[in-house]
């Protein structure tokens, strides 16, 4: 299924668009994906299907050729987090580090609740 995205875009000259406007895009799930706020880069983010961010960047993590990544245990807690560096010719390789974190991870045994 083919969602749509949202994404604003105003075209009023570079010096106010930097300096004044936000610009936010969305998927198609209405989550935040990209978000440029007055006096800063692109911010990027990935979700997993658990709708959780996994992938984060900003301006100067992209300057780097990094990546923040977030991992999360069965019970939707942060396990870990860290730098993923990726090289220009490296791009491709993305994808096979975002699809295992796409995975929603559902516990299998759920202790009762009473």
Do not use: H
């Not at 990209?34 to 900003?58: C, F, H, I």
């Not at 580090?97 to 299998?108: D, G, N």
């Amino acid at each position: 299924m083919n969602t749509p995205s949202y994404r604003t875009n105003l075209s009023c000259g570079s010096f106010i668009n930097n300096y004044f406007l936000a610009e936010y895009a969305a998927d198609g799930g209405g989550r935040l994906v990209e978000k440029k706020l007055p006096g800063k880069g692109w911010e990027y983010t990935v979700y997993d299907r658990a709708d959780r961010p996994v992938l984060s960047q900003d301006a100067n993590l992209k300057a780097q050729g990094k990546w923040l990544i977030t991992k999360y245990d069965l019970f939707g807690r942060v396990i870990y987090t860290g730098f993923y560096l990726v090289e220009k010719e490296q791009q491709d390789k993305m994808k096979s580090v975002i699809s295992p974190l796409l995975k929603a991870e559902v516990p299998q045994d759920l202790p009762e609740m009473e």
